[in-house]
Each structure stands twice: as structure tokens, then as C-alpha cells.
């Protein structure tokens, strides 16, 4: 009787590894998941240690990424990659060598990669030797913000609840103490607000500046949300929305925005 496949999955983000972790028990029963990682250090760690047939690895994590991670690895295990950001599928996975998954992690994607894993595993093909294609991802992550690309959606965590918000759904955030208040607006029915841990300043950084712009220290507004600016004196203005009654500051330092009013 032969033995069933195991897998790591790493991920700084413990309610999305459990999510996966759920995905996978539906998708592919046989799968035993033996461990589970924070961080690309423990993650080489954890398979050294059981060296598990495929590893499940977040592109972005704190300290060792899921890239470096997987040339430690190397063909050791088959490598599936999952990440928030189509950017680095096209310019990289895309090329057919590398199997991903983009968060949100969609359940036909899943199925389609699951496949493709089991079809090697069954005809015995060895694991992919991908180092020189690892390497130039991992030089493309160490580049920094001139290859990061805008964030396309954003993690709340309400309760023991993971939402996940669409960027475009979003009308505004506001720096609100160590948090961000982000108000989106969805359906009628999902409409609402949630406290993030990511600190206001870095969220911006993240996001596209054609779409999302500062209006005061403390609040950045999505353009696409905005009904109409009142001018208050010359020094101040306000932002009114199309959806929503809150009325947001302008600041002196972000007038010059709604000059051509």
C-alpha cells in the first residue's frame, strides 16, 4: 500500500494557511499536510526535518521569503508558489516552469494545479530543477518598491473572521491610532468597516497613486468614491462621498489637489 503525498505550507498569515490547509483537504483528499510555517526560515526548517513531496510556499513573507526558501529546497520537492500579486506570475511563473496560485486562492485554480501534481507524482517525474529561474525571481524581489505592485486587495481579520477587501471596493482609509480604518462599500449587504493592522503610511505605499489619494495626515480617499469637494476657506476643503455620509477633511498641504474646482 503505497503511502499517501504529504506538503508544507508557509505563510505569515495563520488564517490563510489554515484556509489553504482547507482548500486542500477538498481538493486533493489524499494530501497530509505535515506541517505548517511563518516564515521561509522555518518553513526550510520544518522540511529538512520531513521533507514533504510539495511545498506550498508564500511568495512574500518576514525575513527568508518563500522564493529563498525554494532554492534551498530546490528539486527536492515539487514547488507550487502562492502569492497576492498577478505581477509576479506574468513576469515570472507565467513563463510555464513554476506552478502558482493568487490569493484569494480560487477553488478552480487550486483544482487545476492539483492536477498537474498529481499527474507527475503519478508517472514518477522528478521535481522540477528551477534554481536559474529562482534566481532571477529572487533578484527581482530584492529590487524593492520598483517591481512591487499596487495592492489589489486588503486583509481584515474581524473576530476569528478573515475578510478579504477588494481595493476598488474601498472609499477611504483613515490612520485611526497604531491601525487604519478601512470603509468599503461592496453591496449594500457587505458594506462596512474593519480596523487593519498595517500602519496608514504603508498601506499608501502600496497602493495606485491615479486611484487613491492623501487629503489630510490621516486619511487617503479612492478617487472612483468621491461625489463632489466643497471649498471651506482658502485653506481648507471637503470631500464628500457618493455612497456614504461621512464628510472628509482636506488639509492646507493637499488643497492644491482640487485646485480646478
Known amino acids: 500500500m503505497s503511502r499517501h503525498p504529504t506538503a508544507l505550507i508557509a505563510d505569515d498569515e495563520p488564517l490563510l494557511r489554515e484556509a489553504l490547509a482547507s482548500q486542500l483537504a477538498v481538493a486533493w483528499p489524499e494530501l497530509d499536510v505535515v506541517a505548517q510555517a511563518r516564515n521561509g526560515r522555518e518553513a526550510v526548517e ?35 508558489f502562492v502569492t497576492a500579486y498577478d505581477h509576479y506570475a506574468v513576469q515570472a511563473f507565467a513563463e510555464g516552469v513554476l506552478d502558482y496560485l493568487v490569493k484569494p486562492v480560487e477553488a478552480a485554480r487550486l483544482t487545476a494545479t492539483v492536477a498537474r501534481l498529481q499527474e507527475r507524482m503519478r508517472l514518477a517525474q522528478p521535481a522540477l530543477d528551477t534554481q536559474a529561474l529562482l534566481h532571477k525571481l529572487a533578484m527581482q524581489l530584492q529590487q524593492g518598491g520598483s517591481t512591487t505592485p499596487s495592492l489589489r486587495w486588503i486583509r481584515a481579520q474581524v473576530g476569528q473572521t478573515l475578510r478579504l477587501i477588494a481595493v476598488d471596493e474601498i472609499d477611504y482609509l ?88
Request: proline share 3%.
Open 174 to 261: 483613515r490612520s485611526d491610532s497604531r491601525y487604519t480604518r478601512v470603509a468599503w462599500q461592496g453591496d449594500a449587504s457587505k458594506a462596512g468597516e474593519a480596523l487593519v493592522r498595517t500602519a496608514l503610511k504603508d498601506l499608501v505605499a502600496q497602493l495606485d497613486p491615479q486611484q487613491f489619494v492623501q487629503v489630510h495626515r490621516s486619511v487617503v480617499v479612492n478617487l472612483r468614491a468621491v461625489s463632489h469637494v466643497t471649498r471651506g476657506d482658502n485653506e481648507t476643503a471637503s470631500v464628500h462621498l457618493k455612497q456614504r455620509s461621512e464628510v472628509l477633511p482636506v488639509s492646507r498641504q493637499y488643497l492644491h489637489l482640487f485646485r480646478q474646482m
Open 46 to 80: 520544518k522540511f529538512d526535518a520531513l521533507e514533504p513531496d510539495v511545498c506550498f510556499l508564500d511568495v512574500h513573507m518576514p525575513g527568508m521569503s518563500g522564493v529563498e526558501a525554494a532554492r534551498h529546497i530546490g528539486s527536492r520537492a515539487h514547488l507550487v
